[in-house]
């Protein structure tokens, strides 16, 4: 299995409807992460969790939000979702201190038309 | 703020041509650097890190050093396959140490 595994894969979903992408991971981490990638622009931060009480807004959280469920579990929302939300977001877990590795999962590729 | 800026792809080579990715970083001290790899249709995966000023980091023929004094970290392959086709990014811990921070990937295709 892997260790970080996402849900759906992939998802196409009309303008203003409400949409939750789901992460859980099996490395026993605290740290969390949303990630949105678009082409050339890399990866870019929208929130990160450190543990269930401590959610972080990354580099451009607006129009997203998030929940920690459990410690495995990392979902974000799309509350109103629009075009330009469409892009590949990716889930990652990361253990404590700044050498560790991330982890990410296999992405989920969101179409908002 | 903390930033970090790779070269712009895409990047074609051909079988067993010498490879360089160039990577810099703008941060407050010494962040430890990485080097990810993402195959089509998966996720990122790590491919090396350095947490250090010059140490070295290396996996499957791929190499980097932490350069300090460049503020850089250039991935170097000496003979690519075209196995090693993919997209490449450089990371840096941001100045919180809390997460990492890309920069926007070098896209590499090899043929044969």
């Known amino acids: 299995d892997a260790d970080v595994t996402q849900t759906p894969r992939n998802r196409i979903t009309k303008t203003g409807k409400r949409i939750m992408l789901e992460c859980s991971q099996t490395?026993?981490?605290?740290?969390m992460y949303w990630y949105r990638q678009d082409p050339g622009l890399g990866l870019r931060l929208i929130y990160y969790?450190?543990?269930?009480?401590?959610?972080n807004k990354g580099e451009i959280s607006d129009g997203y939000s998030v929940s920690r469920q459990a410690q495995a579990k990392f979902s974000l929302s799309l509350e109103s979702a629009i075009p330009n939300q469409t892009a590949l977001y990716f889930c990652?877990?990361?253990?404590?201190?700044?050498?560790?590795?991330?982890?990410f999962g296999q992405g989920t590729r969101l179409t908002v038309v | 703020g903390d930033s970090v800026t790779q070269m712009e792809g895409p990047v074609t080579l051909s079988e067993e041509a010498f490879l360089t990715i160039n990577c810099t970083y703008t941060?407050?001290?010494?962040?430890?650097l990485f080097w990810y790899v993402q195959y089509p249709g998966e996720g990122l995966q790590l491919l090396l890190k350095?947490?250090?000023?010059?140490d070295k980091g290396s996996n499957k023929g791929f190499e980097a050093t932490y350069r300090k004094e460049t503020t850089s970290f250039h991935l170097e392959k000496g003979s690519v396959q075209v196995s090693d086709s993919a997209v490449y990014f450089c990371?840096?811990?941001?100045?919180?140490?809390?997460?990492?921070?890309f920069g926007k990937g070098t896209s590499l295709l090899v043929t044969p």
């Open positions: 990652a877990t990361r253990g404590q201190g700044q050498n560790t590795e991330a982890f």
């Open positions: 490395k026993g981490h605290d740290r």
């Open positions: 969790s450190f543990d269930v009480k401590d959610i």
């Open positions: 941060a407050t001290g010494y962040p430890s």
């Open positions: 350095a947490t250090k000023a010059d």
């Open positions: 990371a840096a811990n941001s100045n919180s140490g809390y997460a990492l921070n």
